[in-house]
């Protein structure tokens, strides 16, 4: 759509984007920097002159984008309207909003949680540069492998709930504290099936290892599954892209004109 | 084969097998919920009720589906009968069948195990929507990679065996409790080699951790192996799916006639 | 080789080479049996007996195998020094031999190592039935990566090498206990790079941390290069096996005739 | 680059590298041995010698080097400095000028990691023989799919940071000597994305479970999307490897002149 990132062009300009990019990423820092409790203290007052700034500019940029939004959606009767509704607006909405409603800024770890909001800003970096392309590949074979994904995930999930009900069986009268019902022994499921394999819980009877170590021989396959799909996707797409580059006139293969 | 799906659909009933799928769902969450113990000593009777009702619900829709499996087999001599001891059938009678035999249902935790075909029951819901084309590819590419990954499983098999036989011989004299026989060397075999790595056993003699280093090597080969296989199958499979669109007559590429 | 194949089977009796199988199944069973230290004691005799039998049995199999070498090898002009040195009689003898030197079997555990060359003898299992070719497909794939294959093995264990050094000289002063020597802290670099993980070794520093995550990272790569080589060497075979198929007088593609 | 190649074989001695490349080893053997308490309070005179040997070989090769260099680069205007400037002689300076600068000698710790340089010299093996050729394959396959595994690992970075502060956020309360901060909660999501998994950080809670439940699954993709470009690459550059040998004028399949 040639048009349509020509508009987008006007109503960006790249020093902006650069510059408010930056600024998003000092403000992560400043959340990760601000969660050590000896900085938090010390420099308590220098973090709070920077969030104050920080969400002045972004209210700023938010209002400028939805007086701009006209440029972007030339055509549209409401072009603001739908700037609002935007996902990339109602991210950048929901990352200031709350530093105005001083009931939610009163508790603290609420507060943190909305900040990670300004991570999803933080994909916009993305939109930027060489990159863009090959994240747009990445995508594609995600999306066009979607619906395989989605199934490999459920029947992952029903291997997940079926060894956890097992698992509960088998090891509850022997670890009542490890395994005390369904629910912690699907933490052990997924722990074991994604081979992370924490070692905090894990079956000491011989049933429960027996069972265990079925399940884990299938969690290979587990993992197998969907990175055989995005293997094949990639190999799909990117074979895809190369014939797109090949002159249509002509078969590639035995060179007959194609009228 | 459209005949066979269009009788399928005269058998089925789109409601019914929602309705009878968000069963199996709550049978299934109820049983997750009842290995809570303060859940299961509180709500105790509601448990009862639910179970006896879910019971009755299952029995009715099976004697249904007996009933009516004449229409399901049309040209069959006895579809009744070849309906009861189709898998899915089966599945559900073992789904029903311990509540009203008295001397199982006595053993609660018999009878939790019993219960777990109806998971199985679950696996309905693949056959629901748009997601089961996709469920019939993964599954056909499981199907023509399945001599491969036999093999691929046997050699991992063959693999531990040896490991944990090799693993015994020098871990044992040094940690017995860790070590005992061939068999608990067997789980560590498992643990290493599916990467999860528990940390409950692990070798410390300089001999044993070398060993267990060249294991975990080849624990990156086994599990590249199955996931070569089955990138390979989905690449192979998405590529005969487009050939079999393709009418065969005409060179896929350059639409020539082959004569 | 259609011709070496009639050959050979002419030198092996399908009963005969299912019975050994059988025998050296069982006689890997007895190996893990008598790990278990209470079962070795009360059953020494039983063992000791089955032992003395199968070792036998081997014996009388390994001579009839030489006897009947020159069928094997019916061209051949030392038929039966040709089978002595072959890959399998090597290990068949190995499996054998010593039971008749009196001063290693003395030592209980040298004994069960040298026992564990059955374990290859299980390999001829392989060489039975419907698998075998699957299994030629596997070592195929394998074959013709190997090189490919060789090289991501060096460079894993020259990140290895390189992390351990690292690692060492970054956690000795603060883990001498953990990480004494740059040995110890290889056993680390291997559990990390191949992402078994048992925590019995961790980094506790923070630049010792900083360097395990990037070597955890640096591990995903060098798990998905040999599992890439193999998937798109399964990928090639496979593809090159359906073209085997394919009447080679006609283009797959075009259908013009190859003269 | 035939006539390239051909100006480098000219200036290497295939001996006089296998010597080098032998004492590079050697020289590594050493730091190793030297790991050792006990081995280096014992030997610290040989180590001292053989130091003192190996520098003075690595000068006299580095000033050999340099000398030769007009024969490496003929046509250059100042072949030496062009020498000095590439990749392979800084490492090569590297690995042997803190020894002749004393400030630097006396603390042992940097001296070790600058003795790293010399692993880098180790990656000489690789110019020799055959296993270039796969090496070139590997190489080629990282480099054309570079931009796809950075955008991959970027986004592998982007859910390690959002999973570390959610994180931090929900584990901190209940956890905090383990969740102390974002950073500290950044090696938990290393460890269990790449799931190596070590058990020395794990949620406790039930919503750090859950998330990590998420965050574990999401693992797995983490991994397949590089293994994913990998395969693919490794399938694209064979496939482009067989293509490159085939002359371009006939078809591939048929051998059809292509007009």
């Known amino acids: 759509m040639p048009s349509s990132a020509r508009r987008r062009r006007v109503h960006r300009k790249p020093g902006v984007d650069t510059g408010i990019i930056a600024l998003i990423g000092l403000s992560i820092l400043s959340i990760i920097l601000q969660s050590f409790e000896n900085l938090a203290e010390k420099y308590g007052g220098v973090f709070h002159v920077f969030e104050v700034a920080t969400v002045a500019v972004f209210t700023a940029e938010y209002i400028l984008r939805i007086w701009t939004a006209d440029l972007l959606y030339p055509g549209e009767k409401h072009p603001r309207l739908k700037y609002i509704v935007s996902f990339m607006a109602v991210i950048d909405l929901l990352a200031i909003l709350p530093f105005y409603l001083p009931f939610i800024s009163a ?76 629910i912690a022994s699907l933490w052990w499921a997924i722990c074991t099936l994604t081979t992370v394999g924490y070692g905090d819980v894990y079956p000491v009877t011989v049933v429960g290892r027996f069972f265990a170590s079925v399940i884990s021989l299938v969690g290979i396959g587990i993992i197998a599954i969907p990175t055989g799909i995005i293997a094949a996707g990639f190999t799909s797409v990117i074979d895809g892209r190369q014939s797109d580059r090949d002159p249509k006139k002509y078969c590639p293969y035995c060179g007959h004109r194609i009228e």
Do not use: H
């Not at 540069?129 to 619906?147: C, H, N, W």
């Not at 994904?149 to 029903?158: A, D, G, K, Q, T």
């Open 107 to 182: 508790d603290m770890r609420f507060l943190r949680m909305i900040r990670l909001f300004r991570l999803f800003r933080l994909l916009r970096v993305f939109k930027l540069g060489r990159y863009f392309d090959a994240l747009q590949v990445i995508l594609k074979v995600i999306r066009e492998s979607s619906t395989r994904l989605i199934i490999s995930v459920m029947l992952c999930l029903f291997v997940m709930l079926f060894s956890a009900i097992v698992m509960y069986t088998v090891e509850n009268p022997v670890q009542p504290e490890q395994f005390p019902n369904v």
